[in-house]
């Protein structure tokens, strides 16, 4: 399957700060892009979809200004947690796809994820 | 209701033995299934897709019942290798490229 690199694999910040991550394609052309949210021993939870050269699409409850999400190339998208809190901690993993058609799923490859700790 | 709802589990089985892991979906629309495996603060691995006419591999079968929106995974010969938590999953949007996650039922294969 293709390669999917995520950055930081894990970060401990103070509350209030703002932290970024990256997800990259390494070996393939991602046209859209998932943010996934896993708490201890919950499911992933879907965050946001991102398509290349668009504004991300997010799931209801999630916030888009505390959830910035850039997905500026082919083989790059960002998420910034903005204003961190505690409750921020969790696991975020990207996932990233090639071209959809309509009606038809693209496998998704999944980056290692990133742990954040918020103190 | 969940939309994906798992049976947490864990199971506890020795080495050899048949498991079966069972998964309900709430959305009709679903259009595709799968069953992902994650290990311990790890990302998921897709397993295997799910398909309604069933389908095998090596060890692993997996069947869906559309008309009762059921989808299981059925293990034989366990490994202590299988232990994970086992991920039902199904699609849906527009694009049908939305995957919804069940919370995953945990496995322990001990010797």
């Known amino acids: 399957g293709a390669v999917v690199s995520q950055h930081p694999s894990w970060v401990i910040c103070k509350s209030g700060t703002s932290v970024k991550i990256e997800c990259r394609s390494l070996d393939f052309q991602a046209t859209t892009m998932f943010w996934y949210r896993q708490f201890p021993k919950q499911s992933l939870m879907l965050m946001a979809t991102s398509n290349e050269g668009s504004k991300a699409t997010y799931e209801q409850g999630v916030e888009k200004d505390k959830f910035l999400i850039n997905h500026a190339s082919l083989t790059l998208s960002t998420l910034t947690v903005t204003s961190a809190h505690p409750e921020d901690s969790s696991f975020y993993i990207c996932?990233?796809?090639?071209?959809?058609?309509?009606?038809?799923?693209?496998?998704?490859?999944f980056g290692p994820g990133t742990r954040l700790t918020v103190l | 209701r969940k939309e994906v709802e798992q049976d947490p589990g864990p199971f506890n089985v020795p080495e050899g033995a048949t498991v079966a892991f069972n998964c309900t979906y709430s959305?009709?629309?679903?259009?595709?299934f799968f069953w992902y495996r994650q290990d311990c603060r790890k990302e998921p691995k897709l397993l295997m897709s799910?398909?309604?006419s069933g389908n095998e591999d090596g060890r692993f079968t997996a069947q869906l019942n559309r008309a009762s929106q059921y989808i299981s995974l059925l293990i034989r010969d366990s490994k202590l290798s299988d232990s994970a938590t086992y991920l039902c999953?199904?699609?849906?949007?527009?694009?049908?490229?939305?995957?919804?996650f069940g919370a995953g039922t945990i496995l322990r294969v001990k010797s």
């Open positions: 999953v199904a699609t849906h949007g527009e694009y049908g490229n939305k995957l919804v």
């Open positions: 959305n009709s629309a679903s259009q595709s």
């Open positions: 996932s990233a796809a090639g071209t959809s058609v309509s009606g038809s799923y693209n496998e998704q490859f």
């Open positions: 799910v398909y309604s």
